[in-house]
């Protein structure tokens, strides 16, 4: 930057172009604001380009095999087999990069492009609270808002004693790798370590899940968790849990990984170790010190209930904020700091159902209140469960693993939570979260029409059973 440069003036500017930033833009276009976003790599951020995108796409490849395997193993109980299934691993990745990724970041620059927001290619940070300077390629330029929205999202957290690079890596690295591992040691097993273990498991690999919990996939309860677990181990892999990871070497063949669980050191050796130990915000390179700016002690950016910071026109949302790191969190907030920043009649919520899911094999999805949270007031509640394995269409899909669970208050039978372990639980949850959202009741649910034969009939089991009347069980 030039001392003394001349500054662009520009209405809202928006700092990151994942699910936070790029729907905010977007939503405040919509509201009539004139909007410049600024993005220091491809549009689309991490989500789109290195996250929750090409994972899934890489899962469904491994879900693929899997079922080819079986069917080639004859071990499908309806008598289908197909001959050796092989797996083009370039033409997976070609396929993830071109057909998935590169189709959704074009169609998000494509809507920013018929919003006419502007886009700038560069690095911001602040210089005061009503200036960005932008590093770009071949230069820099100053920017003067009236607001501003931080949706620069997080990055992995590296373990100072085995830093990443070589054949420890991080969840980006582990998207693209140019071979599929035959041993995948995995430091944390939280959501990003199971759903890339299980990838990979069900594309052969061996997978080892090194986790310093009592249990892995910590955002959900041990009862869940546990059914993936077993999967893992009863397909060949480990996993050690209240273990910690100490230390690792690597050389141009492999890497050892030495980790404690009871007292006990142990070792393990795979081609590649995954570093998925959480993420931290992206708050620490943004000049934040130039400003007034809060941050909390987690470098999290203290926010009000429209995503204000204590610097009133400058906003944030997302992963920089408190709350769980998830892309439709990040979105929920950005509709809501642009309408604020438009002066949109829009209500705060702040009874938001948020779900979350896992997807591993077989999905794990969560909303609202779980039996540990309501455990203090359980004489209120009412906990209701209805397996898969009464449900027709489970059946008919030879899936029948997990249950559904409700949790309602005992008065009226509102729904206050909800969780599922099995085929489809990322989509039917969205059904409850609706339910919560709006107050339902399982009475409600129950007399609701279901299609049969459905995974969504097993909700409405769950119901009845919440009703104390089911039929299906
Ligand atoms: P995480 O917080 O879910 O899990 C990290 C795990 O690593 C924890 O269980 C922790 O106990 C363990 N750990 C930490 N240090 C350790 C050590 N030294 N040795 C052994 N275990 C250790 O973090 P993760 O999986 O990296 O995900 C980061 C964020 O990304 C999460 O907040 C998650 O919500 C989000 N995400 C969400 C997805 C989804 O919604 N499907 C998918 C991927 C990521």
């Known amino acids: 930057m030039v001392v003394g440069a001349q500054a662009t003036d520009v209405d809202l500017v928006v700092i990151g172009s994942g699910p936070g930033g790029y729907v ?3 939503r405040a276009a919509e509201l009539g604001k004139k909007v410049t976003i600024i993005e220091k790599d491809n549009v689309g951020g991490v989500c789109l380009n290195i996250g929750c995108i090409p994972s899934k796409a890489l899962i469904n490849v491994g879900h693929k095999y899997q079922d080819s395997l079986k069917e080639s193993e004859n071990k499908t109980p309806f008598g289908l087999t197909v001959e050796s299934p092989k797996l083009d691993w370039v033409a997976a990745q070609k396929w993830k990069d071109e057909k998935v990724v590169a189709q959704l970041t074009g169609g998000v620059g494509m809507l920013l492009k018929k919003h006419k927001v502007d886009i700038i290619k560069g690095t911001a940070e602040f210089v005061d609270n009503e200036t960005l300077n932008v590093e770009q390629e071949d230069g820099f330029q100053l920017l003067h808002f009236q607001n501003a929205i931080i949706a620069t999202g997080s990055r992995p957290i590296e373990i100072p004693s085995f830093p990443f690079g ?25 959501v990003i370590g199971s759903e890339l273990g299980g990838a990979y498991r069900n594309l052969g690999a061996k997978i080892t899940i090194i986790e310093g919990l009592d249990h892995i996939l910590n955002g959900f309860d041990k009862e869940m968790s546990d059914i993936i677990h077993k999967r893992v181990i009863d397909a060949g892999s480990d996993v050690f849990t ?26 393990v050796t795979g081609d590649y170790l995954l570093v998925s130990v959480g993420r931290k915000p992206n708050t620490d390179l943004l000049g934040l010190n130039n400003t007034d700016v809060k941050l909390t002690d987690r470098g999290l950016i203290e926010v009000s209930d429209s995503y204000q910071s204590s610097v009133p026109h400058i906003y944030a949302i997302g992963d920089v904020v408190p709350g769980p790191m998830l892309a439709h969190k990040a979105s929920f907030q950005a509709k809501v700091a642009a309408a604020a920043i438009a002066g949109a009649d829009e209500a705060v919520d702040l009874h938001v159902a948020m779900p979350a899911v896992a997807y591993t094999s077989t999905e794990l999805a969560t909303v609202g209140e779980t039996p540990e949270s309501v455990k203090d007031r359980m004489d209120t509640v009412k906990i209701s469960k209805f397996p898969f394995a009464a449900n027709g269409r489970a059946l008919s899909m030879d899936d029948t693993t997990g249950f559904i669970r409700l949790i309602t208050e005992t008065k009226e039978g509102a729904i206050i939570g909800a969780q599922i372990v099995g085929p489809g639980a990322s989509d039917l949850i969205s059904g409850l979260a609706l339910a919560i959202e709006n107050g339902l009741t399982s009475k409600d649910i129950s007399l609701t029409i279901q299609p049969h034969p459905t995974l969504g009939e097993a909700i409405m089991d ?3 059973v919440a009703d104390g009347m089911p039929i299906h069980v």
């Open 242 to 267: 209240s273990a910690k990871a100490i230390s690792a070497e690597q050389t141009d063949k492999d890497v050892t990984l030495t980790f404690e669980q009871n007292g006990e050191t142990k070792t």
């Open 24 to 26: 905010a833009a977007i």
């Open 166 to 190: 070589g054949r420890i890596i991080d969840s980006t690295a582990a998207l693209s790798l140019k071979e599929i591992p035959k041993h995948l040691i995995i430091v944390g097993g939280g």
């Open 462 to 464: 769950a119901a009845e």
